[in-house]
């Protein structure tokens, strides 16, 4: 840096500038004094610039937005599939396939040109540039001088708090709504899956947009921007987080403490830092893959002294430390399997570090983070499926049971592997995603039953006293249980969005259902000794059921209201898993020649877990132990909440839908209706294919099928 633009540091952030007035300028950013008022809309804003812009778009309201709506151009699912629009009610497409045309965009905001990329008053942080993000899920961001000026200073972030508005949805728990609707005659089981208003919220926009952040809950681009200000600030100041030891003993002394500890820039340098080694091996390991490339690699990139430099430098020790604080605080609800308490990156594996720090990348506010991460992806993908640990397959022969504490590293490498066919398949090119779902996860699941699913249980933890809990234990079989029911539950993905026949059957998954977060989210052994005999004590013994007997009982038969609160208790995550297995009941259903007693059962279990999920949103959706944060969120508070299992309840109402068609289609059989074109009776049209599925193309990468099926439905509620 030259000493001219030395000379003209800012003495809050010590960002340095080349000019004066370029100094004083971004001076003005750390005041939250507005002088420049608009004389029409009475807004103000600290620069005078930004009043001028917004001067020739002020029509008199107060958020100053345009009085001249911009028309839609296309409709929703011509957007999707890239296709020329009429732009009709509705539109030639949509209405040659009989399918319901929406057009689901704000009317009243005015986008700009294709490509445009927003800056200044209307980049990251300004009023309209947030509008115009929420709204579209489609402006690019240019991080500026200004990126974090908003925020007050502290030391971790004395932010402000964040209103749970700004989260996707209504409510904390945004529950469908069940509102009576007159009913048609749909056949001997319309009853039991109609009647009502379809909410898809969530998963409209799941199904037509990619990327993690447009796909899952990863809060609001206020919320990203704030945890991303205060991690570069904590690295500005030259503070670092406390590393800890793996929990080997009972004591608490290694334990992570959570608070950032202060240390001088200049006791760390670079070489000298705790994670330098961490650097150094992800390297390496990357070097190697791409030196030594498998035949009909994915990796295309010729090693040389500026690619390792690149490499050194996206993996550098800070970098990974910003990266890892992106993925607890964005990511980590939504794929909750990583003991963050616990963890330590020195002594973890480096796949699992460098799969983690391109997670964190992946979920970060700035674009250039996301764009570095990129040319990554396929580097690390080979070293996690060719790790040692991962594809070991001795412990598949071996008579001993499998001990989760003493097998850690089996444990990180099956992680990594799994995050892996995350940021491959949302973020990752067509073929990647193409690679993810046909190979790579086969793998995933082979690695799971290596391990053993049914050795994934805790032990009787009731039966301990205070000195011989172990916490170490304790998160190794936790971690270990969550791990291979989020493999389940990705596998049930695949099945629900790509039409993928399931690779996971639902006998097999004898392991125990997940502990609450308030056990896993303990910060001290005492802690989580004490959550855990509280758990216990409430819920005995339905808090050791396993996935498949919590299925089995909720499809037998119609449950009584104490059952549906002990299940209710269970919480989000293994809520989740109930209802996600219904949906590879149905799949197989469809795709068999399965009887009515297989409908029964199926629907059995919706309606039973539809009473289980009123009752947890009701009553336990808004305290411990399962929910620990709830209201206003702070960026050192946002990895405690819940991520898209917010929206299980969506997935309910995916089920019954699916049923509601097929049961439609069972009756228009039974009740056969001439066609007004042909002549033909419906029935005769069918006998080729008396019970084709709803969803008729397998293994497809677009979720269009899925898409187009809640775009059909007429009361299917998008905002």
């Known amino acids: 840096m030259s000493s001219a633009s030395e000379r003209h540091r800012c003495s809050i952030c010590l960002k340095c500038y080349k000019r004066r007035e370029h100094l004083q300028r971004h001076t003005s950013s750390h005041s939250s004094a507005r002088p420049y008022q608009c004389t029409t809309c009475n807004g103000t804003f600290q620069r005078a610039d930004v009043l001028r812009r917004h001067l020739k778009t002020c029509d008199g309201q107060a958020n100053g937005a345009s009085a001249t709506p911009t028309k839609r151009r296309a409709c929703d699912r011509c957007v999707l599939h890239k296709k020329a629009c009429s732009s009709g009610q509705p539109c030639q497409n949509c209405q040659k396939r009989s399918l319901s045309c929406s057009y689901s965009f704000a009317s009243n905001v005015v986008l700009p040109e294709e490509g445009t990329i927003l800056t200044g008053s209307q980049g990251p942080l300004g009023n309209e540039a947030l509008m115009l993000s929420e709204k579209s899920g489609s402006i690019s961001f240019n991080f500026g001088d200004r990126a974090f000026e908003h925020f007050d200073e502290g030391p971790f972030g004395t932010l402000p708090d964040f209103d749970l508005s700004d989260f996707p949805g209504t409510n904390w728990m945004d529950f469908i709504n069940l509102n009576t609707q007159n009913q048609d005659h749909r056949g001997p089981h319309a009853s039991c899956v109609t009647n009502h208003e379809y909410s898809f919220h969530f998963l409209y926009s799941f199904t037509s947009q990619t990327g993690i952040v447009s796909s899952f809950d990863c809060g609001s681009p206020t919320q990203r921007e704030g945890v991303l200000a205060a991690v570069l600030r904590s690295l500005a100041m030259g503070e670092r987080r406390h590393v800890p030891e793996w929990p080997t003993s009972k004591t608490n002394e290694s334990r992570y403490s959570g608070p950032l500890v202060t240390r001088p820039r200049s006791q760390f340098p670079r070489l000298n830092h705790p994670l330098s080694l961490k650097t150094q091996e992800i390297t390496f390991l990357v070097k190697e893959v791409v030196t030594v490339k498998p035949r009909n690699s994915a990796v295309t990139m010729t090693w040389s002294s500026s690619l390792e430099e690149k490499c050194s430098l996206f993996f550098s020790p800070m970098n990974l430390q910003k990266y890892l604080e992106l993925y607890w605080a964005i990511w980590h609800p939504n794929v909750n399997f990583v003991h963050r308490p616990t963890f330590n990156p020195i002594v973890c594996k480096s796949?699992?570090?460098?799969?983690?720090?391109?997670?964190?990348?992946?979920?970060?506010?700035?674009?250039?983070?996301?764009?570095?991460?990129?040319?990554?992806?396929?580097?690390?993908?080979?070293?996690?499926?060719?790790?040692?640990?991962?594809?070991?397959?001795?412990?598949?022969?071996?008579?001993?049971?499998?001990?989760?504490?003493?097998?850690?590293?089996?444990?990180?490498?099956?992680?990594?592997?799994?995050?892996?066919?995350?940021?491959?398949?949302?973020?990752?090119?067509?073929?990647?995603?193409?690679?993810?779902?046909?190979?790579?996860?086969?793998?995933?699941?082979?690695?799971?039953?290596?391990?053993?699913?049914?050795?994934?249980?805790?032990?009787?933890?009731?039966?301990?006293?205070?000195?011989?809990f172990n916490w170490g234990e304790f998160v190794a079989r936790e971690e270990l249980i969550r791990t291979v029911l989020w493999v389940f539950l990705l596998d049930t993905a695949f099945t629900i969005f790509n039409n993928l026949p399931p690779r996971m059957v639902i006998k097999e998954m004898t392991m125990h259902l997940a502990f609450p977060e308030s056990c896993f989210q303990a910060l001290t052994e005492d802690e989580c000794y004490e959550e855990i005999q509280s758990w216990i004590l409430s819920l005995s013994p339905t808090c050791f059921v396993t996935l498949r007997s919590a299925v089995e009982d909720i499809c037998e038969k119609v449950l009584v209201q104490d059952t549906h609160r002990n299940l209710a208790r269970l919480g989000p995550l293994n809520l989740f898993a109930m209802v996600s297995a219904f949906h590879a009941l149905i799949f197989q259903y469809q795709n068999s020649f399965g009887g009515e007693g297989q409908v029964e059962s199926i629907l059995n279990g919706l309606g039973n877990w539809r009473a289980i999920w009123e009752i947890y949103t009701s009553e336990l959706s808004n305290s411990p132990p399962h929910v620990l944060v709830n209201g206003s969120l702070n960026p050192e508070h946002m990895w405690k909440r819940v991520g898209f299992l917010r929206y299980s309840a969506e997935y309910w109402s995916l089920a019954s839908l699916i049923l509601d068609r097929i049961s439609t289609s069972a009756t228009n059989q039974q009740h056969p209706e001439t066609t007004s074109d042909t002549g033909l009776t419906r029935q005769s049209a069918l006998l080729d294919d008396p019970q084709s599925p709803i969803l008729d193309r397998y293994d497809e990468t677009s979720m269009w099928q899925v898409n187009d099926l809640i775009s059909q439905f007429q009361k299917t509620r998008i905002h």
């Open 351 to 468: 796949i699992l570090l460098a799969s983690m720090a391109l997670i964190g990348a992946c979920v970060s506010p700035d674009p250039a983070d996301i764009e570095a991460a990129k040319p990554w992806f396929n580097c690390i993908e080979e070293m996690v499926f060719t790790d040692d640990d991962f594809c070991s397959d001795t412990l598949s022969t071996d008579t001993a049971p499998f001990n989760p504490f003493l097998n850690r590293r089996k444990i990180e490498a099956l992680q990594a592997a799994y995050m892996v066919v995350l940021f491959q398949n949302w973020e990752g090119t067509d073929a990647s995603k193409r690679r993810m779902r046909r190979y790579r996860y086969s793998n995933v699941v082979s690695t799971a039953r290596d391990i053993r699913i049914s050795s994934a249980k805790h032990a009787n933890y009731s039966q301990q006293s205070r000195q011989e």
